[in-house]
C-alpha cells in the first residue's frame, strides 16, 4: 500500500532552517506531484508548496515565498522542504501528500494520500 513518512522537523530559534524529507513507497512515485502542507493548532490544513512530477515545476504559498524550497529525488522515491529564516508563524505540523496528477494543486482535494505528519516548532 501507499505509504508517505515525513522526517526532519523539530524545535528550533526563530531565523533558524530545517529541512524536512518525506520518502514514499507502493507508488509510482515520478508520475505524480507532491505537495507539502501544514496545519497549525485550531487552524485548517494549508498549502505550503508543491513540486511536480519531473521536478521542473514549482509553487509557493505567499507565506513562504523566498524562504522555504521543494525538490525531489525520483530515483530515492523521496521529496524535500528546505526551510529558512523561519519564524514562530512557521509552527506547525507539516504533512507531505501525493497528487492524483502530475502538477501539484493548492488544494487538499488534490492528493490522495498523506503522511502522518511532522512537527515544527519556532521559538521567538
Known amino acids: 500500500q501507499v505509504q508517505l513518512v515525513e522526517s526532519g522537523g523539530g524545535l528550533v530559534q526563530t531565523g533558524g532552517s530545517l529541512r524536512l524529507s518525506c520518502v514514499a513507497s507502493g507508488l509510482a512515485f515520478s508520475s505524480y506531484a507532491m505537495g507539502w502542507f501544514r496545519q497549525a493548532p485550531g487552524k485548517e490544513r494549508e498549502f505550503v508548496a508543491g513540486?511536480?512530477?519531473?521536478?521542473?515545476?514549482?509553487s509557493y504559498a505567499e507565506s513562504v515565498k523566498g524562504r522555504f524550497t521543494i525538490s525531489r529525488d525520483n530515483a530515492k522515491n523521496t521529496v524535500y522542504l528546505q526551510m529558512s529564516s523561519l519564524k514562530p508563524e512557521d509552527t506547525a505540523i507539516y504533512y507531505c501528500?501525493?497528487?492524483?496528477?502530475?502538477?501539484?494543486?493548492?488544494?487538499?482535494?488534490?492528493?490522495?494520500?498523506w503522511g502522518q505528519g511532522t512537527q515544527v516548532t519556532v521559538s521567538s
Open positions: 513540486i511536480s512530477w519531473t521536478g521542473r515545476g514549482t
Open positions: 501528500a501525493k497528487s492524483v496528477v502530475t502538477s501539484p494543486s493548492m488544494a487538499t482535494t488534490g492528493y490522495n494520500y
